[in-house]
């Protein structure tokens, strides 16, 4: 038997950034900020990477109870590989519906995500853009649940 540690940063060179923005209103929705910098490898060799993002993500679904979920990969630099497309799509926690989802992009990650507009969420330039679009579906989900309970 052999005993060993282990650091989700072995599988990737990325770092990330996760924050919430809180709505306000009835019912106040809230959406997870997941932000990744660095250099996310070419082909197979992001898969690594896939893996470290759709580790944070799944750890901050787990313990945020949030309504809609944005990536923010400005300051990651992104070619190419197809094994990111899959960690984009968030589930809710009853697992039957997706999560509202955006990414913020720039020219360090423009490019390699043009090419695949139909595989991944919604593109904007900033993150208030981004939120804006998912604010609304958001509060939607939460209306249509309070009213359904009450």
Same mark, same amino acid.
């Given at each position: 038997? $052999?005993? +060993?540690?282990?650091?989700?940063?072995?599988?990737?060179?990325?770092?990330?950034?996760?924050?919430?923005?809180?709505?306000?209103?009835?019912?106040?929705?809230?959406?997870?900020?997941?932000?990744?910098?660095?250099?996310?490898?070419?082909?197979?060799?992001?898969?690594?990477?896939?893996?470290?993002?759709?580790?944070?993500?799944?750890?901050?679904? $787990? !313990?945020? #109870?949030?309504?809609?979920? !944005?990536?923010?990969?400005?300051?990651?630099?992104?070619?190419?590989?197809?094994?990111?497309?899959?960690?984009? #799509?968030? +589930?809710?926690?009853?697992?039957?519906?997706?999560?509202?989802?955006?990414? !913020?992009?720039?020219? $360090?990650?423009?490019?390699?995500?043009?090419?695949?507009?139909?595989?991944?969420?919604?593109?904007?330039?900033?993150?208030?853009?981004?939120?804006?679009?998912? $604010?609304?579906?958001?509060?939607?989900?939460?209306?249509?649940?309070?009213?359904?309970?009450?």
């Amino acid at each position: 038997m $052999e005993i +060993r540690d282990f650091d989700l940063h072995t599988l990737s060179a990325l770092s990330y950034r996760m924050r919430t923005c809180e709505f306000g209103g009835t019912w106040n929705p809230t959406a997870l900020i997941l932000e990744f910098s660095g250099v996310y490898g070419w082909g197979s060799q992001g898969n690594g990477d896939a893996d470290f993002i759709a580790a944070i993500k799944a750890a901050a679904l $787990e !313990v945020l #109870h949030v309504e809609a979920v !944005v990536f923010d990969f400005r300051e990651m630099s992104y070619e190419w590989g197809n094994r990111i497309w899959e960690v984009l #799509h968030c +589930r809710r926690p009853d697992g039957d519906t997706s999560l509202p989802v955006a990414m !913020v992009i720039s020219d $360090e990650c423009r490019p390699g995500f043009a090419g695949c507009t139909k595989m991944v969420p919604p593109m904007f330039e900033s993150l208030e853009q981004a939120l804006r679009f998912v $604010e609304g579906p958001s509060r939607e989900y939460l209306t249509d649940l309070m009213h359904g309970i009450d």
